[in-house]
């Protein structure tokens, strides 16, 4: 896992955002390989093990559970296709893929994108160092507006993770899911086929800022 992307990283736990702080037994250049990312409110850890952070009720022991290995042969012809649906023709900003979507991780990374995250998969070895992998259940750990565009498919489009994407997507960002899937709310949908629909994120408004009166 991509030690900067750790900034966007919240607790799952009910109760006010922070960030996860990360102690690393093992890295290889900014990479954390194993390690442990806990929340300084409540005291919930999350483990990182071979390069991967375990945001799920499973935790993982020693070296179990064998994830799969994100393919290096994804098409590059559906890449273009991939680009226009989440948005991508500025560089810039962390893209979440799920289900097939993932194996267009490193090709997406290549175009300029700040980081790809890889949902209940592994990064091949040979993957640029942009791209993460991170398990979950049916929640994302990222904080409000930390996205820029979540493409997920029928294994992983639950009810639960759109609402989840959806709430962790910045304005305009884009969510992908399968044309089957239920829309949450937040976010509107722009285009639909029968295999997606392309929704956007609604407008983020800004948190209000206390005014005071200067002292006289």
């Known amino acids: 896992m991509f030690i900067e992307l750790v900034d966007s990283l919240r607790c799952l736990e009910p109760h006010e955002e922070t960030w996860l702080v990360a102690a690393a037994s093992r890295m290889e250049g900014r990479h954390l390989v194993d390690g442990v990312l806990g929340c300084p409110l409540c005291r919930r850890e999350y483990a990182i093990q071979d390069g991967t952070a375990w945001f799920s009720a499973h935790q993982p022991r020693g070296g179990d559970p064998d994830l799969t290995t994100l393919a290096t042969d994804a098409d590059p012809g559906q890449v273009t296709r991939a680009a226009a649906l989440l948005g991508l023709s500025q560089p810039g900003g962390i893209v979440v893929l799920g289900g097939s979507w993932a194996a267009y991780a490193d090709l997406l990374a290549e175009l300029g994108v700040s980081h790809v995250v890889v949902l209940n998969g592994r990064a091949h070895e040979s993957s640029v160092q942009e791209v993460s992998s991170i398990v979950v259940d049916d ?25 989840s994407a959806a709430s962790s997507l910045q304005s305009r960002g884009r969510l992908v899911a399968p044309a089957g899937a239920e829309v949450p709310d937040g976010v509107e949908v722009l285009a639909r086929d029968d295999r997606d629909w392309v929704a956007e994120r609604t407008l983020v408004g800004s948190p209000p800022v206390a005014l005071r009166s200067a002292r006289r």
């Open 139 to 163: 929640r994302l750990p990222f904080g409000s507006a930390a996205l820029r565009a979540v493409a997920v498919d029928r294994a992983v489009a639950s009810p639960a993770l759109l609402a």
